[in-house]
């Protein structure tokens, strides 16, 4: 329960006999399960209605030429998500906290501003999106269903421990397994799907604003501040060290670590190539270039819903924004809460860390007003990975600084191999976003 006090019990070593050892070794689920925690979590949230949309514009309008998209970003996008779960795991605090211990002031605080205002708008469209798809399923009130999925994302999160609920609602995200069922069921041109998963042939203005977007939802900042913050969190409930201060814990937790987020960034990207290819496969084919409403999207899904088509797609985008809402909201409370010194954490009480939750209801009330700004719901996911895309540029830049920084991570700051990712991932997405800005200006 948020703010318990937890005591550590010592245990009895307990002794197993071989065949029982030999079976928990031989059971590779049980394995892989154990190493399960904030990454698998971030990777479902990953795949938000934003998400959802970009990767179903990117397969419409482009058809399989962006498909090169997903191979480049996971293990750009593995790299970064390892280094911020490192960086709350080895520090014992968030992201932003350790980014104010590092750089001056005035940068942390722009830094935050970004994240901030990215999510908000995030926030914004996925409540948008989450209303137009109650809408597909119900007929109408759609401002009703928005404010309903605003209060039950904020409530959820005050009142009810993040994780309790989120391994529940995760298993609403399965239901955007219904891409790769359509992939299989309908015609895909793999011949032009192979030579799009592995050459770029396309790079217009319009190809290059696409590409930031899949760019933007796929490495995102809200991960990164949720991703430590949620590792060290952990640490905080169980009582544990942080691993610069606890050595012969390292081994274990970055093998969880890696198990974790790998496992949780490769779910992602297996969704977003099935969404980009059914998507190219069933729309772009009919010559739907331009998703302008739920709806639309919601034909992909036709060859293997009939005509639960617009149900099963509701489901998954209303899955997937209950999961994302929380940690757009929450990882912008972390990055203000950790700037100014506040008590934050899920683990507390709403009464204990007052300014810390009132971050998460004032951004979820603010994203909710961009209701009545009268943006179409689908363009509006789109433009937030734009938003995403370009905001993570100067924050993954100090990432990579802070990871490497020997002061904060001590013996433990990242070592080249992971650097490297780390900084290519940073790279691509200034080169994608500056040649997309150039080419829309020039244009």
Not at 109 to 129: E, H, K, M, P, Y
Not at 255 to 264: A, H, N, Q, S
Not at 312 to 333: E, K, Y
Not at 384 to 402: D, E, F, H, K, T
Request: one cysteine or more.
């Amino acid at each position: 329960m948020r703010g318990s006090t937890f005591t550590a019990i010592p245990r009895e070593p307990t002794i197993l006999s071989s065949a029982t050892r030999a079976g928990r070794r031989g059971n590779i689920f049980l394995e892989v399960t154990e190493d399960i925690g904030p990454g698998v979590i971030t990777g479902a949230a990953d795949d938000d209605p934003s998400g959802i949309a970009t990767y179903s514009q990117a397969g419409a309008h482009f058809g399989y030429t962006l498909l090169w998209t997903i191979p480049l970003t996971y293990p750009l996008l593995a790299a970064v998500q390892l280094v911020s779960a490192h960086v709350g795991r080895v520090t014992g605090a968030g992201l932003a906290k350790n980014l104010a211990a590092a750089f001056p002031q005035p940068v942390v605080s722009l830094l935050v501003t970004i994240l901030v205002t990215a999510n908000i708008f995030n926030i914004g469209a996925d409540l948008s999106a989450m209303a137009a798809s109650a809408e597909l399923v119900a007929g109408g009130g759609g401002e009703v269903f928005a404010v309903f999925f605003a209060v039950l994302c904020a409530g959820l999160q005050v009142f009810v421990p993040y994780r309790q609920y989120a391994h529940v609602l995760k298993w609403l995200t399965l239901s955007l397994f219904a891409y790769v069922g359509v992939v299989l069921l309908v015609h895909v041109d793999w011949h032009d799907a192979v030579i799009g998963f592995v050459w770029p042939s396309r790079l217009d203005a319009a190809a290059l604003l696409t590409v930031v977007a899949v760019f933007g939802t796929t490495i995102s900042p809200y991960l990164f501040f949720w991703q430590s913050s949620q590792e060290a969190e952990e640490i905080a409930t169980s009582h544990e060290c942080p691993l610069k201060d606890a050595p012969r814990a390292v081994s274990k937790q970055y093998r969880r670590m890696r198990v974790d987020t790998l496992l949780g960034m490769a779910f992602a990207h297996m969704i977003a190539l099935a969404i980009m290819l059914a998507t190219a496969a069933t729309l772009h084919v009919k010559g739907a270039v331009d998703i302008n409403s739920a709806a639309e999207a919601a034909e992909a899904l036709r060859p293997i819903a009939g005509h639960f088509t617009s149900l099963l797609f509701a489901i998954g985008v209303i899955g997937t924004g209950l999961l994302a809402v929380p940690v757009l909201a929450g990882s912008a409370a972390f990055a203000v809460g950790e700037t100014h010194g506040w008590k934050t954490g899920l683990e507390f009480k709403p009464h204990q860390a007052k300014r810390f939750y009132g971050i998460i209801v004032g951004a979820t009330l603010i994203g909710l007003a961009m209701r009545w700004s009268h943006l179409n719901p689908i363009k509006a996911l789109f433009w937030s990975a734009v938003l995403n895309g370009v905001s993570a540029v100067p924050i993954m830049a100090a990432m990579m600084v802070l990871a490497s920084n020997r002061a904060i991570m001590g013996h433990l700051h990242e070592r080249r191999g992971i650097l490297i990712f780390g900084w290519a991932a940073t790279a691509v997405m200034a080169v994608a976003s500056g040649a997309m800005l150039v080419t829309s200006f020039g244009s």
